[in-house]
């Protein structure tokens, strides 16, 4: 553990990264790249919890008539087809995991329970957090924000298209500025989107560091835990 700058991270993916260049569904080439990532920061001694977003099947957003709870219930059912996908991925290359879901599904995971998870981690076995916090109204990013907190994570990776943030979309704004250290509250005042508000607040109240970094460059994970200077740290 000596040549890592953090012992426990949650790791926080968005349901369309893993949907690659088609943008709906799972990608099994991202996928794969994905949980060899992970895998190295096991082989690292790293602790590791996932939680993972449903965006490349649902939104709450989406349901645009439908009754809101009901359209963030259903994006909690697509955040559990994620979770479940990343499972067999990473047992498939000899890694131990659990899903741990917020809404009750015996029958294919565990219900959430913080002591349960951090014995998970501390036996080297990869948590996945599912189905948000169980609670419409709020994001997978606001549940990355709660679970790091619970489990006492040192750090957030997010996980992103985009390189880090920006002052501005820069696929949108050619003069996008990129931040290589930026605090929670210049997040808030200037409205940058990197996670949702209330997780924003979250991490600034549980004083967790924030790395936001390219998820497609290979070995971006490994540098971000051994404390190189990658994407953006929010701190």
Not at 45 to 55: D, L, S, T
Not at 87 to 111: S, Y
Not at 158 to 185: C, Q, R, W
Request: proline letters at 2%; aromatic letters at 6%; a neutral charge.
């Amino acid at each position: 553990m000596s040549e890592t700058k953090y012992k426990r991270i949650l790791l926080k993916l968005s349901g369309e990264a893993l949907a690659g260049d088609s943008k709906t569904g799972i990608s099994p080439e991202v996928l794969d790249d994905i949980t060899s990532q992970i895998k190295d920061l096991r082989d690292l001694g790293v602790e590791v919890a996932i939680v993972v977003g449903g965006g490349n099947f649902w939104r709450g957003k989406y349901g645009h008539t439908m009754e809101r709870t009901t359209s963030d219930y259903m994006g909690m059912l697509a955040t559990t087809i994620n979770a479940l996908a990343l499972q067999d991925a990473l047992e498939a290359k000899g890694m131990f995991t659990r899903v741990q879901t917020a809404i009750e599904m015996r029958e294919i995971a565990e219900p959430y329970i913080k002591r349960k998870a951090i014995k998970h981690l501390e036996k080297g076995r990869i948590v996945i957090f599912a189905a948000g916090t169980g609670n419409p109204f709020f994001t997978t990013d606001t549940c990355a924000s709660l679970r790091a907190a619970e489990i006492d994570a040192e750090v957030i990776l997010v996980a992103k298209t985009i390189d880090g943030v920006y002052s501005a979309d820069p696929k949108i704004d050619p003069n996008a500025v990129k931040y290589d250290e930026i605090t929670y509250l210049d997040i808030l005042n200037k409205d940058l989107k990197v996670m949702d508000s209330t997780a924003i607040s979250l991490c600034k109240d549980n004083n967790i560091e924030l790395i936001v970094f390219a998820m497609n460059e290979k070995g971006n994970m490994v540098k971000a835990v051994k404390g190189e200077k990658i994407g953006t740290l929010v701190k």
